[in-house]
């Protein structure tokens, strides 16, 4: 079983940042490609970032390209979402998720099988 624990939401004014972590377990991080979503309220859970098994390839939203960077570390089984020049539509429960299968791609079109519970983000404007 695989479990993921994020950490780092929270309130924050419009144009600050935030960094995001997940912590997973439960299996060989290092080879599960991992993603981050998001869902605002009375909207759809929506991918934001992924990226693949080793960190080589990411995928972004088009709504947070240039603003948001998703990064991890295989040795300490993290993966972080570093936030920046955050926006009030911004706002919304962020989600770390990981790959069902093995050696993947991180795309926004990939099987995600395992959720973390979420962590808000507010940001005000």
């Known amino acids: 079983q695989v479990q993921l624990v994020e950490s780092g939401g929270g309130l924050v004014q419009a144009g600050g940042s935030l960094r995001l972590s997940c912590t997973a377990s439960?299996?060989?991080?290092?080879?599960?490609?991992m993603g981050w979503f998001r869902q605002a309220p009375k909207k759809e859970r929506e991918f934001i970032a992924g990226?693949?098994?080793?960190?080589?390839?990411?995928y972004y939203a088009d709504s947070v390209k240039g603003r948001f960077t998703i990064s991890r570390d295989n040795v300490k089984n993290m993966v972080y979402l570093q936030m920046n020049s955050l926006k009030p539509e911004d706002t919304a429960v962020y989600y770390c998720a990981a790959e069902g299968p093995s050696y993947g791609s991180g795309s926004p079109s990939s099987r995600y099988d395992y959720w973390g519970q979420g962590t808000q983000v507010t940001v005000s404007s």
């Open positions: 990226i693949n098994w080793i960190g080589g390839s990411t």
């Open positions: 439960g299996r060989t991080f290092s080879r599960y490609a």
